[in-house]
Nanobody
Framework: QVQLVESGGGLVQAGGSLRLSCAAS????????MGWFRQAPGKEREFVAV????????GYADSVKGRFTISRDNAKNTMYLQMNSLKPEDTAVYYC?????????????????WGQGIQVTVSS
């Protein structure tokens, strides 16, 4: 089992930037594909980005492609989401996810481990 803790959220104006972090503890971090999901008020949780165990492959939702960058540092057991050119529609609770399933990463299909979530609010 892995424990996940998000940080770095907050309030930012449209066009601004934030960097989210997800710190992992427990099982070896490098055994997990990692991802970010988000949930806006009144909406279902949706996929944002995913990164493979080694960090060599990434995937993004169309809505964030070109604005967000996912990365990881396996030596620090931490994953990041750099969010640039933020829009009000990016406002949501952002969740860190860890996927221990064998095989290739599965964009949009979360694994069984979630962080508690962190609020990101983008004002217009």
């Amino acid at each position: 089992q892995v424990q996940l803790v998000e940080s770095g959220g907050g309030l930012v104006q449209a066009g601004g930037s934030l960097r989210l972090s997800c710190a992992a503890s427990g099982r070896p971090f490098s055994t997990y594909h990692m991802g970010w999901f988000r949930q806006a008020p009144g909406k279902e949780r949706e996929f944002v980005a995913v990164i493979s165990r080694s960090g060599g492959s990434t995937g993004y939702a169309d809505s964030v492609k070109g604005r967000f960058t996912i990365s990881r540092d396996n030596a620090k057991n931490t994953m990041y989401l750099q969010m640039n050119s933020l829009k009000p529609e990016d406002t949501a609770v952002y969740y860190c996810n860890a996927d221990s399933r064998l095989g290739l990463m599965r964009p949009g299909s979360p694994g069984g481990n979630w962080g508690q979530g962190i609020q990101v609010t983008v004002s217009s």
